[in-house]
C-alpha cells in the first residue's frame, strides 16, 4: 500500500534526535531552527523526558476517561503554575484543530450564537470549523464553507465593533503572533478593544495558543503580554514535546456539565506524563530572560545580512523577510547547510522555531550559512 500524498517532502530521513539536531539514516547531522513545526520544546530525546516515558509505559499507558486519572489533575495543577490568572478549568485532547474544535464548541454553547471572527492570515487547523477560520480556501472544501465566519483585517477594531454590533457572534479567535500566517502581531490598543468590545457584546474570546504557547515567545502564552482574559486558550504543539497532546483552559464564566465535551485517548497517561515533564524540564531554565536575550541576538545577527529586509515575530517564534522567494533558500539550507526551517504563507518568509533549549553558538551556526547563501 501506498501513502496519501499530502506534503511535498524534502529527500531526508531523520532516524535519531539528540539535542537541537537531527540525524539522518546516513549519519548526517542537522541543525533542527523548525523544532518540527514549534513542537520540539525541550530539544530531541530529552534524556529525563525519555525516563519518565519508559517508567510510565511500565506502568500504565492508557485508560478510559470515565476513570479517574489523576496525572490530569496533576498536569492541571503544574500548568497553572506557569499561568498568572486563576480558577480556569482544563479540557485535554490530543491536537491543535481538536483543541480549537472544541473552544468554538464551547463557545457557540455559552452564547448560543454561531457566527465566528477570525483574522486575515490565520491558521488554526485542518477540521471542520477550525479550517474554517483558517483563512486559506484553497484547503477548504464545501463542506468546511458551512460555517458562518467573517475575516477581518488584523488591528482593526473599527470592523471589529462593526461586526460585533450584529449580535450574531459567538467567539473571536486570535494568534497574538500569527504562525503560519507569517509572524504579524496583534498590537495593545486592539488588544485593549477587543477585551472591551467582546464584553460589551457578549461574544466570547479564543486566544488560540497553539503555536505561541508554552514559553515560545518568551511568555508561557502570547496574549499575558497583554490586557486580556480569554474565555478559553487552545494549546498544543510545545506541550508535548512530540507526543501528541493538545487542550484548552476554559474561564469559570463558561460552566462545566456533562455532554458539553468528550475524548477518548485526550489526557492519557502517557500524555499527561509528556507534558509534565515537559515543564518539570522548562522550570529548570529561565526561560523569559534566556529568550528574550536570544532574540536579542538573533537580532543583531540579522542586522549584518543586507539581503534581510526585516525580522518579524517574538521570541523563539521569529520570521526573516526577503525581497525574494525562499523556497530555493530553504532547500539549500536543508540540503547543502543541514539545517531545518519552516516556511509560512508569506512566499519571502523563513520561520525560525528552533527547541527552546538553543544557545548563542547555534545562532551563529545559522547566520554563517545564511551569509554563505545569500
Ligand atoms: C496557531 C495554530 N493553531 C492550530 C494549529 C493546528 O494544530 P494541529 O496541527 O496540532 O492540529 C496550528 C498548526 O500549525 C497552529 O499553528
Known sequence: MKLFEVYPLYDVIPIKGEGVYIIDDKNKKYLD???????????HSHPKFIENLKKQINKIIFYSNAIINPLQNQLAKKIQEHFSIKNYKLFLCNSGAEAMENALKLCSFHTNKKRIISFKNS????????????????????????????FLELNDSKSLEEE???????AIVIECVQGVGGLDQVNEKFIDSLEKLSKKHKAC??????????????????????????????????MGNGFPIGGIL???????????LGTTFGGNHLACTASLSVLEILEKIDLKNKIIELEAYFRKKAKRISS?????????????EFPFEVKELR?????????????????????????????????????????KLT
Open 331 to 371: 532547500r539549500k539550507l536543508i540540503l547543502e547547510e543541514r539545517i531545518f526551517t519552516g516556511g509560512s504563507s508569506n512566499k519571502n518568509l523563513i520561520r525560525i522555531l528552533p527547541p527552546l533549549t538553543i544557545e548563542k553558538k547555534h545562532i551563529d551556526l545559522f547566520f554563517n550559512s545564511l551569509k
Open 205 to 238: 474570546v479564543i486566544a488560540d495558543e497553539v503555536q505561541s504557547g508554552f514559553y515560545r515567545t518568551g511568555d508561557f502564552f502570547s496574549f499575558e503580554k497583554f490586557n486580556l482574559k480569554p474565555h478559553i486558550i487552545t494549546m498544543a504543539k510545545g
Open 164 to 170: 460585533l454590533k450584529k449580535g450574531d457572534v459567538c
Open 308 to 320: 534581510i529586509k526585516k525580522i518579524k515575530g517574538r521570541g523563539l517564534m521569529l520570521g526573516i
Open 33 to 43: 531552527f523548525y523544532g518540527g513545526h514549534a513542537v520540539i520544546s525541550i530539544g
Open 250 to 260: 476554559i474561564n469559570p464564566e463558561i460552566k462545566a456539565k456533562y455532554g458539553l
Open 123 to 150: 491558521f488554526h487547523g485542518r477540521t471542520s470549523a477550525a479550517i474554517a477560520i483558517t483563512d486559506n480556501d484553497n484547503i477548504k472544501s464545501p463542506i468546511n464553507k458551512q460555517q458562518k465566519v467573517t
